[in-house]
């Protein structure tokens, strides 16, 4: 939690709340915390002001690309019929994604094809309308080249959508150098908005006003409108990314995702995101150098990529038995990870693939680097918390394999 | 602001979050929260526990319930393609809400058919799927009968929608016992849940659960999946009210808006909502007296019901010069209402009807009377406070004339 952020959420409640009461949808800024937020997260991944809203769920914000990105293809279709009848997405993308997307494919009569990593490029085709990818992958914590991937996609006319979940405040984006159509992301991971804070959506500009589709995006919601408080009974949606809002926001937890982002944002007279990307890879380096010389032998493997430029900010180690039980331990001893199950319906027919597929099918420990406040020594503590749960066999404990009801 | 709200905000930042961190998820509730504040809300509308869940946004979810309902209409359409080409809503009814609709309509090619209160009954027919209505109009303060127009529909093979904005914690409602078929409302008014609270959404048990219909609700995410933390691939629909649940969660308005909710569970040993109602009903008629008495000759008029049955717990008033100056004025002076400028395009074609129809055009001062903690002295202060601006003239000032992005 940002130092700052239980001043201002006590200010948020008592001041701007609890004694000027309504009118700080004017005085305080209320109305245009969404713009103002998603202004500030736009210096964080490549985006120019006016282009990023902070809003809603990740979830929500992906039906709302989504839809617009099935929208443009089926309206710029050339002679009759859209022929574009697929979605292409990773097997290991986060499951949210892959539900919002199955859900309007099921809609719109289409296809959502899940492929692993390396099939990506020969999955573009020209019966393909969008390509949507989760930049950083939540499991194996490796990165997709996203400039290469969207020139790829774009060579075959596919939309890209980008999932910045794990990369937004985590490693440098650059949305507008890449040529990418549209992202979403969500506040509450590296950008430090608070439990559950709202997320955000981009859409590049040559997207954003389509006069010929102004359902584009369907949660036409009167945050949305071009002028909402005049209360008129159609809807013409604002120009440009106000129209990705939808309904009133929760002003307290937006002012909350402020502070995470503003603290990120103080660190641009330092280097900003390139030199907090410099950190990171040394603290991953780090990590990953220290696990395999102090933790040999005790069946960790490796499902991140070593190669730099395909590692996101996050090492996932794997484990055949007892990643459940020794992320509780961790946890115990104040190093908190997480653990995601292997998931056998994501096994590949073949096991002798490359390293990013196989690891589908194995336990995960993911251990997150925030290289804003993370130090090196927080690495070596770790690694030796690590070391002492594997060597004293204390995750065996029956205390230890408790599940919650969420893990 | 509920006294208590300050507090519990300030322990779920500095505490659950600053402290516990993602720990909080398990150990202090915060997954299950949109269900336990739910089953708060439930007690207020007449639904059990089980059947609410807060979340997302009134206009994200009545994108879901509309979606819902329009996917049983086709589903269960009698002998092939579907004949119910319609929904039904007021023209006055809260613009985000015909903008859901209308995009909806636009989607599945059927049309959004909007009437005058009084055009409703003749309006159920067999070609319309939904009837959407808000139980208090925003704009008026009128209150439909909702068992009787349920009843109504239903006897057409209509599905009914309910926006209870105005009406959760502000009359009694009781869903289940007007058989309606899906509701939604927001946590901001009167349940007091902070600025832009998270908003709620009941359905009735017979539709929650439709293993025909998996995508039912197309905002499929990972919230509303059985095992959300299976990270399985493909979505399949948890039981109930769960599968309404789309995205991740903002927890700290969460933990407001239960706050609000919680000080109208507090009166229910003294008679809940029946006896807020009994002080409603006569604080709006004391206001409706005392403007009568104390601001004739002011060209005021009254846009809400007389007769009791018809009217929520706000009271507005039409002018046809000055409404917004006036607000102003009243604002400065302590006394929070809203004003709502009157629109033209909602003017009916025949000027000689009811009153219901005729506030369309004219500018509206709104004023809302919470019934937990507004007291009859509040109700003669404000009708002092608004005689000495209309004796004073002193809403013709520059100062009160200056419009604000947010009105």
């Given at each position: 939690?940002?130092?700052?952020?239980?001043?201002?959420?006590?200010?948020?409640?008592?001041?701007?709340?609890?004694?000027?009461?309504?009118q700080?949808?004017?005085?305080?800024?209320?109305?245009?915390?969404?713009?103002?937020?998603?202004?500030?997260?736009?210096?964080?991944?490549?985006?120019?002001?006016?282009?990023?809203?902070?809003?809603?769920?990740?979830?929500?914000?992906?039906?709302?690309?989504?839809?617009?990105a099935?929208?443009?293809?089926?309206?710029?279709?050339?002679?009759?019929?859209?022929?574009?009848?697929?979605?292409?997405?990773?097997?290991?993308?986060?499951?949210?994604?892959?539900?919002?997307?199955?859900?309007?494919?099921?809609?719109?009569?289409?296809?959502?094809?899940?492929?692993?990593?390396?099939?990506?490029?020969?999955?573009?085709?020209?019966?393909?309308?969008?390509?949507?990818?989760?930049?950083?992958?939540?499991?194996?914590?490796?990165?997709?080249?996203?400039?290469?991937?969207?020139?790829a996609?774009?060579?075959?006319?596919?939309?890209?959508?980008?999932?910045?979940?794990?990369?937004?405040?985590a490693?440098?984006?650059?949305?507008?150098?890449?040529?990418a159509?549209?992202?979403?992301?969500?506040?509450?991971?590296?950008?430090?908005?608070?439990?559950?804070?709202?997320?955000?959506?981009?859409?590049?500009?040559?997207?954003?006003?389509?006069?010929?589709?102004?359902?584009?995006?369907?949660?036409?919601?009167?945050?949305?409108?071009?002028?909402?408080?005049?209360?008129?009974?159609?809807?013409?949606?604002?120009?440009?990314?106000?129209?990705?809002?939808?309904?009133t926001?929760p002003?307290?937890?937006?002012?909350?995702?402020?502070?995470?982002?503003?603290t990120?944002?103080?660190?641009?007279p330092?280097?900003?995101?390139?030199?907090?990307?410099?950190?990171?890879?040394?603290?991953?380096?780090?990590?990953?150098?220290?696990?395999?010389?102090?933790?040999?032998?005790?069946?960790?493997?490796?499902?991140?990529?070593?190669?730099?430029?395909?590692?996101?900010?996050?090492?996932?180690?794997?484990?055949?038995?007892?990643?459940?039980?020794?992320?509780?331990?961790?946890?115990?001893?104040?190093?908190i990870?997480?653990?995601?199950?292997?998931?056998?319906?994501?096994?590949?027919?073949?096991?002798?693939?490359?390293?990013?597929?196989?690891?589908?099918?194995?336990d995960?420990?993911?251990?997150?680097?925030?290289?804003?406040y993370?130090?090196?020594v927080?690495?070596?503590?770790?690694?030796?918390?690590?070391?002492?749960?594997?060597?004293?066999?204390?995750?065996?404990r029956?205390?230890?394999?408790?599940?919650?009801?969420?893990t």
């Open positions: 939690m940002p130092r700052a952020t239980p001043a201002r959420v006590a200010q948020v409640v008592t001041q701007e709340w609890g004694t000027e009461l309504i700080s949808w004017n005085k305080n800024g209320w109305f245009a915390m969404p713009q103002q937020v998603g202004d500030k997260i736009a210096r964080l991944i490549g985006a120019a002001p006016g282009e990023v809203v902070a809003t809603d769920s990740t979830s929500v914000n992906l039906f709302k690309v989504l839809s617009a099935m929208n443009i293809a089926a309206a710029d279709a050339p002679n009759g019929p859209m022929t574009r009848k697929r979605i292409v997405s990773e097997r290991s993308n986060f499951p949210t994604d892959l539900y919002i997307a199955e859900a309007l494919c099921k809609q719109h009569g289409m296809e959502l094809v899940l492929v692993e990593p390396e099939e990506i490029a020969a999955s573009l085709t020209a019966d393909v309308a969008v390509l949507m990818l989760t930049h950083v992958n939540y499991r194996t914590g490796a990165m997709h080249h996203m400039a290469a991937v969207t020139a996609a774009h060579a075959e006319g596919i939309l890209t959508v980008w999932d910045l979940a794990h990369s937004a405040g490693v440098p984006v650059d949305l507008k150098k890449a040529r159509d549209f992202a979403v992301g969500c506040g509450y991971k590296y950008l430090n908005g608070g439990p559950g804070a709202p997320a955000f959506v981009w859409v590049n500009p040559q997207h954003a006003d389509r006069p010929d589709l102004p359902f584009m995006q369907p949660l036409a919601g009167w945050w949305g409108h071009v002028a909402p408080f005049e209360f008129t009974p159609d809807y013409r949606p604002a120009p440009g990314i106000r129209r990705y809002q939808c309904g926001q002003i307290i937890s937006l002012a909350a995702l402020e502070c995470g982002v503003d990120l944002l103080a660190a641009e330092l280097g900003g995101m390139a030199a907090l990307r410099s950190k990171s890879l040394a603290l991953t380096d780090l990590f990953i150098a220290l696990v395999e010389e102090r933790c040999a032998g005790h069946g960790l493997g490796l499902a991140t990529p070593r190669e730099h430029a395909q590692r996101g900010s996050q090492v996932c180690l794997t484990k055949d038995q007892g990643a459940y039980a020794i992320v509780q331990a961790l946890i115990a001893r104040g190093v990870g997480d653990y995601r199950a292997g998931d056998p319906s994501i096994l590949r027919q073949a096991q002798d693939g490359p390293s990013s597929g196989q690891t589908g099918k194995k995960i420990l993911r251990f997150g680097f925030t290289p804003l993370i130090g090196f927080d690495v070596w503590n770790a690694v030796e918390q690590l070391k002492q749960v594997l060597e004293s066999g204390e995750w065996q029956p205390e230890f394999n408790r599940k919650h009801a969420v």
